[in-house]
């Protein structure tokens, strides 16, 4: 029933006018490809006539990539499959693009006898999809645009003040952040420093900006292509790598003027810190002068009077040659004496420069111990030595460190003589605790005050009649430019111990740089 | 070693120091003995050996002024020169206070530090001497009877025979026995020289009422 109605209906048209009017555009051609037909939405829809399409007119209107591929059209012969293609028609400089079901026509005789296409236009879906790619891409170049700057103030951040680590850094950014990374190479140079990446020539295509420092050239920022690359704004650089490279450039002038002024401080606070660090050892020896001096007068002493024995010995007609030989040794022997504790003693006043140098932190010690024993002796006090057999070495200031024992165990004295206890040993240890060496002088003398905790590493905060107040505070910074810290507890049985740590292997990441 | 010979006791805990004087004690002939702290000396030391002690004032453990306090408390008469260090003068004015017979600073001048040395080793001798008559006298005075020392007494304190005699309940002539008796026990040959021996112990007469 439906089938007659419908019958009908049809019956009303021709069969090629309807199809003249479908929507969609049709061709109908012969096996060779050749042009039987089309209807009029095809020629609208390719922008081709009657006359070009004609025959095989309308496949030389073809992009040549599709040409190629509908002569090659050969799906299999016994059943006829439907299929796909994408076909861009070119006329009076225009492309139009249509989306194309292919119908394969089957002969029971010959096989294929022609096909017959319907072909829908997508050129404006098509077009959108390229705005969306190129827009895609662009903010991909703007991000990175973006990282670069963000990567730049990174950079800056972690570079501990290093210039060359900053321009060294900046050069492999450079690369990443350009359009055609994989052919791009960097060259940075400033001041003396130069920093390029390993792939670096000079090529036809590049980009260069200049650093200006305090408003003079100081140097440059250049980034180039290893090959060609099509045409933008600028060569084959766009517009935004132009300002992009403007800004590093002027990032790194800026980052320069700045290190150079941190640089300035840094030295002038360097220095002050030397000869503030000098003073406190010299102010710390002035505390045990008299220590000193007596040690000095001892062998003097006995120079002395050893000399004046031989004179009567010698005025009393004493032949005895061998005794007189003898008290002459023993004179040199005594002056050599005098002489040490005078050499030790100018090995840590005199002024210098800090300097870390792998040392053996035993022999550290050993260069110390007389002066303190001596220290201790005129006061009735013994200082007493615990130290690990094999202390590791460090890389340290030797006289540096020195001061901050001397420091401490000068502290450990006064104290007892302020408690005047039973006990009047001050004990100086050395020990390995993980990485550190650890070392502690403990005193059990009169203690520090229950509310000194805080004010105790201050500058100028002491408790003696003579000191300038800046022993423990020098040498905590001391401590802490070597990587390690310091501390004190309050012994139970009474007096402090002050611990301070050396790291082992830490303390060479200062050595450099 | 011998007990009459007069020695220089040196206490310094420096050994060059010590060692030193020692070589220079010795070059003027003089015995010597050296130890290198205060409880070394005390150890050795024996009260009736005559010389002079040198010691050092700054020692380690016990100093020079505790030793010098240690040989009062067991009345000791040995003459302790301190040596000192420039900066322990203070020290030394204390030592000196405290009965030290005298200090040299060092460095020293030999001839200074001999010197005292030999004055010291005279004072004390002459200390002994002293103390050794007292002694003496004292065993004559113990070899009075009792009616001796009280005549005695009563000599000594100026009165005349017949005053005495008053006083004891006694004849003159008796007194006058007496009086002989005490004058050749004390080997005094006059009054005034009984006195003086008298006077020179720490001797003291009963309440003679």
């Known amino acids: ?513 | 070693m011998s007990e009459t010979r007069e020695t220089v006791f040196v206490v310094d805990d420096d050994s060059g120091v010590r060692d030193s004087l020692e070589l220079l004690v010795r070059s003027v002939g003089l015995e010597v003995e050296t130890y290198p702290s205060a409880l070394d000396f005390l150890e050795a030391y024996n009260p009736k050996r005559p010389g002079c002690l040198v010691l050092d004032v700054r020692m380690p453990g016990m100093s020079g002024l505790d030793l010098q306090r240690e040989l009062a408390s067991r009345h000791s008469i040995l003459p302790i020169i301190f040596i000192t260090a420039h900066a322990d003068v203070p020290m030394a004015v204390e030592a000196v206070k405290a009965g030290a017979a005298d200090f040299v600073q060092k460095p020293f001048r030999d001839q200074d530090l001999i010197d005292k040395i030999q004055h010291a080793i005279e004072f004390n001798a002459q200390i002994r001497k002293e103390a050794a008559d007292r002694s003496e006298i004292m065993s004559r005075i113990e070899s009075l009877t009792p009616r001796e020392r009280q005549v005695m007494d009563r000599v000594v304190e100026g009165k005349a025979n017949k005053a005495i005699a008053h006083a004891l309940e006694l004849s003159r002539r008796t007194v006058e026995i007496h009086r002989a008796r005490v004058m050749e026990k004390m080997q005094a040959t006059s009054v005034a020289q009984l006195v003086q021996m008298v006077m020179s112990t720490e001797y003291q007469p009963p309440d003679s009422r």
């Open chain 1, 1 to 513: 029933m439906q089938g007659d109605q419908t019958a009908g209906w049809l019956s009303d048209y021709r069969a090629e006018e309807l199809i003249e009017a479908a929507p969609v555009g049709i061709i109908l051609t012969d096996a060779k490809k050749h042009c039987l037909y089309a209807n009029r939405h095809w020629y609208r829809l390719t922008g081709l006539t009657l006359d070009s399409s004609s025959d095989d007119g309308w496949l030389n209107s073809l992009h040549p990539d599709d040409r190629a591929r509908i002569l090659c059209w050969a799906p299999p012969t016994t059943e006829a499959k439907e299929f796909s293609e994408e076909l861009h028609f070119e006329s009076d400089g225009t492309v139009n693009i249509v989306a194309t079901r292919v119908l394969p026509l089957i002969d029971e005789v010959r096989g294929i006898s022609g096909y017959l296409c319907a072909v829908t236009d997508v050129t404006r879906e098509r077009e959108t999809e390229q705005a969306l790619r190129t827009l895609t891409h662009d903010l991909r170049e703007r991000v990175k645009e973006l990282n670069c700057l963000f990567g730049l103030s990174h950079i800056v951040e972690h570079s501990g003040g290093s210039l060359a680590r900053i321009l060294r850094d900046t050069t492999r950014l450079l690369v990443a952040s350009w359009e055609h990374s994989d052919v791009a190479c960097a060259r940075v140079e400033m001041g003396g420093l130069e920093f390029e990446t390993d792939n670096f020539i000079d090529t036809r295509w590049r980009q260069r900006a200049d650093i200006l420092v305090h408003g003079k050239p100081s140097g440059s920022v250049e980034v180039g292509y290893l090959e060609e690359r099509p045409e933008q704004d600028e060569g084959p650089f766009q517009t935004e790598e132009r300002k992009l490279i403007d800004a590093v450039a002027e990032r790194l002038g800026r980052v320069t003027e700045r290190l150079r002024a941190e640089q300035r401080v840094n030295e002038r606070e360097q220095e002050l810190r030397e000869r503030l660090t000098h003073l406190t050892r010299v102010s710390v020896m002035g505390e045990m002068a008299s220590g000193i001096a007596h040690e000095v007068s001892q062998p003097l002493t006995a120079v002395s009077t050893y000399a004046q024995a031989c004179r009567r010995l010698l005025g009393a007609d004493m032949t005895d040659k061998t005794l007189i030989l003898d008290v002459l040794d023993r004179i040199s022997k005594e002056a050599l004496r005098a002489g040490e504790v005078l050499h030790r003693l100018k090995d840590l006043i005199r002024k210098r420069e800090s300097e870390r140098v792998i040392c053996d932190i035993g022999e550290l010690f050993r260069g110390i111990e007389n002066l303190a024993e001596i220290d201790g002796r005129l006061h009735d006090i013994r200082v007493l030595f615990e130290l690990d057999d094999a202390l590791a070495e460090a890389a340290v200031d030797e006289i540096q460190i020195q001061q901050v024992i001397l420091n401490l165990i000068r502290n450990g004295i006064d104290a007892t003589e302020e408690g005047d206890p039973q006990n009047r040993d001050v004990i100086v240890r050395a020990t390995h605790v993980d990485n550190d060496i650890r070392i502690s002088v403990t005193d059990h003398g009169c203690g520090i005050p229950q509310d000194a905790d805080y004010q105790l590493f201050q500058p100028f905060y002491t408790t003696k009649e003579s000191g300038i107040g800046m022993g423990l505070s020098i040498s905590r910074s001391i401590v802490t430019a070597h990587g390690g810290r310091m501390w004190f507890t309050r012994n139970l049985e009474g007096g402090t111990t002050f611990y301070f740590t050396i790291p082992i292997e830490a303390s060479e990441d200062h050595v450099g740089d």
